[in-house]
């Protein structure tokens, strides 16, 4: 499936994209991989048992955890350099304080 990510566009998911391949990035993709599928699999247990409001959040779980772990995934980070897209923010931009950064994610999120 072709789509933007929309966690690729946060500074720390690119800081992700940016460490080498191992072993445990393998393993932290297949265990969001199997925690999205289990919070689908509930998602449809409770749309099936008429829970909407249940459903909802575990089918939201479902999709946070796919798209983690497709943070995580070779492919993703394949994609990002082949296109050469930096991976990397912009210097001086992580040394901002945590609450101004997180201030201009929403002010991304509201335009």
Wanted: aromatic fraction near 6%; charge should be positive; glycine fraction near 2%.
């Amino acid at each position: 499936m072709a789509y933007l990510n929309p966690l690729l566009k946060l500074p720390s998911a690119r800081k992700i994209l940016d460490l080498p391949d191992s072993p445990e990035k393998r393993l932290l993709e297949q265990l969001l991989r199997e925690l999205g599928a289990e919070a689908e699999e509930l998602a449809q247990k409770c749309w099936r048992t008429r829970k909407a409001p249940l459903a909802a959040y575990w089918f939201a779980a479902a999709v946070y955890c796919r798209h983690t772990a497709r943070v995580f995934s070779r492919v993703a980070a394949a994609a990002r350099h082949a296109i050469g897209v930096a991976t990397t923010p912009a210097s001086g931009s992580t040394d901002r304080p945590a609450s101004l950064r997180a201030a201009q994610l929403e002010e991304e999120c509201e335009a």
